[in-house]
Nanobody
Framework: QLQLVASGGGLVQPGGSLRLACTASGFSLQKYAIGWFRQAPGTGREGVACIVGDGNGAIVAGSVKGRFTISTDNAGNTIYLQMNSLKPDDTGIYSC?????????????????WGQGTQVIVSS
């Protein structure tokens, strides 16, 4: 069973950067679509970005476009979310998810395997 581990969250000041990582245990992600999602307190889950594990087909949500970048490592085992120019509105629990597909989407219901979240707090 595919298991995902998200890491890299923390407390950062507005304007700062963080890099989140989503690592698969025992699987190559190259044939999977992987998405990053976030959920702020009292709100629903929001799709942030997605990519196919072979590095193709990336999508970034309009709310973070130009600030967030999604990428894969060469081995296809880790998916990164580079977050720059962070704002307080970016605060939330960030989770990664995967589905066996060569096309990605930032719609949460499309995903089957979810990792635990990592908390991001943007505050001065």
């Amino acid at each position: 069973q595919l298991q995902l581990v998200a890491s890299g969250g923390g407390l950062v000041q507005p304007g700062g950067s963080l890099r989140l990582a989503c690592t698969a245990s025992g699987f190559s992600l190259q044939k999977y679509a992987i998405g990053w999602f976030r959920q702020a307190p009292g709100t629903g889950r929001e799709g942030v970005a997605c990519i196919v594990g072979d590095g193709n087909g990336a999508i970034v949500a309009g709310s973070v476009k130009g600030r967030f970048t999604i990428s894969t490592d060469n081995a296809g085992n880790t998916i990164y979310l580079q977050m720059n120019s962070l704002k307080p509105d970016d605060t939330g629990i960030y989770s990664c998810a995967a589905v066996l597909s060569m096309f990605c989407t930032i719609v949460p219901i499309s995903y089957e395997s979810w990792g635990q979240g990592t908390q991001v707090i943007v505050s001065s």
